[in-house]
């Protein structure tokens, strides 16, 4: 049974750092990328990062180039988003999900991803 099961998520003030982790069962992480996308209350989802070990590849939205981080640990089968220099706009559910590929290619779209963990909620005050 294919599994993501976030964690990581908090309360935090701005400018403060979270480390979320997603951790993949079912399958192995060397096969597929693995996105991170987030959902603010009353806004669409959107892709924030992307990550492949096949071609080591990651790929983040210009929003967060710079303070978020994406990396995964294949032995572990578990992919981690460091984000740094948090901001108010930053809070969202924040979910890993399955690319349908084994490739980033860019971030995709919601359509690309086939599975879905529960989501970490991320709280920035200011």
């Keep these: 049974q294919v599994q993501l099961v976030e964690s990581g ?9 979270l480390r979320l982790s997603c951790a993949a069962s079912g399958f192995i992480l060397d096969d597929y990328a693995i996105g991170w996308f987030r959902q ?7 892709a924030v990062s992307c ?4 071609d080591d590849s990651a790929y983040y939205a210009d929003s967060v180039k710079g303070r978020f981080t994406v990396s ?15 901001k108010p706009e930053d809070t969202a559910i924040y979910y890993c999900t399955r690319k349908i590929y084994d490739r980033c290619y860019a971030l995709g779209y919601v359509y690309e991803y086939d599975k879905w963990g529960q989501g970490t909620q991320v709280t920035v005050s200011s």
């Excluded at 908090?10 to 750092?17: E, I, K, N």
């Excluded at 990550?51 to 096949?54: C, G, K, Q, V």
């Design 9 to 17: 998520g908090g309360l935090v003030q701005s400018g403060g750092s």
């Design 51 to 54: 990550i492949s070990s096949s």
């Design 72 to 86: 995964a640990d294949n032995a572990k089968n578990t992919v981690y988003l460091q984000i740094n220099s948090l």
């Design 40 to 46: 603010a209350p009353g806004k669409e989802r959107e």
